[in-house]
Every structure is written in C-alpha cells, then in structure tokens.
C-alpha cells in the first residue's frame, strides 16, 4: 500500500519562505511523476508543482519564480521550497503520486494521480 505523508507547514509572514516535504512508502518512487496541489478554504484544489522521474519541473503560473520542487529518490522523498511567501498561498498542500509510471501526461490534472498525503497547512499572514 502506498503511503504518502506530507510534513514541515506552519505559519509564517509574508515574504517569509517553508520547506515541505512528502516521504512517500510502499510502491515504486522513482519512476513517477510526483506532484504538488493546494486547496484553500472554500476553493477546488488546483495544481502547484510538479516533477518528472528525470527531474523535469512543472510549475503553476501562480507560484512559478517562488516554489520549487525537488525529489530525492534515495531517500523517497519529494521537496516543495516556498519563498516569498503571500497571504493567497494560504492553504492545505497535499503531495501526490501519477497512477503510471513513466508518464507526464497532464501533470496538472488532480485526477491522474491516484495516492494522495493527508495535507499540511500553510498560513500567511500579512
């Protein structure tokens, strides 16, 4: 059974930057595209970042110039580095798994991937 399990959000102020990561467990890592998505409060979730089995990043307008995504696949492990920090990156950020291996695909789509973590909670505040 695949495990994902997100961990580092918090608080912070505006400008201020949070590391989050995501170990993943149970299945196969480094052929997937793993990803990145936000839902704030009353808000559909929507695509952050996301990054091949080669490296390749994807990143949504929004935060693109601000976030990056990193994966190590030694340790399982998927990064999502947030700098300058706004008030509407306010949200739960959830890391997720592509069902196929070896597939881009549209990355972007919460429905292609099929495990999900539990969410963590970032808070900006101005």
């Known amino acids: 059974q695949v495990q994902l399990v997100e961990s580092g959000g918090g608080s912070v102020q505006a400008g201020g930057s949070l590391r989050l990561s995501c170990a993943v467990s149970g299945g196969s890592f480094s052929s997937y595209v793993l990803g990145w998505f936000r839902q704030a409060p009353g808000k559909e979730r929507e695509f952050a970042a996301a990054i091949s089995w080669g490296g390749s990043t994807f990143y949504a307008e929004s935060v693109k110039g601000r976030f990056t995504i990193s994966r190590d696949n030694a340790m399982n492990t998927v990064y999502l580095q947030m700098n300058s920090l706004k008030p509407e990156d306010t949200a739960v950020y959830y890391c997720?798994?592509?069902?196929?291996?070896?597939?881009?695909?549209?990355?972007?789509?919460?429905?292609?991937?099929?495990?999900w973590g539990q969410g963590t909670q970032v808070t900006v505040s101005s």
């Open positions: 997720a798994r592509r069902s196929s291996p070896y597939y881009v695909g549209s990355y972007s789509q919460s429905g292609e991937y099929n495990y």
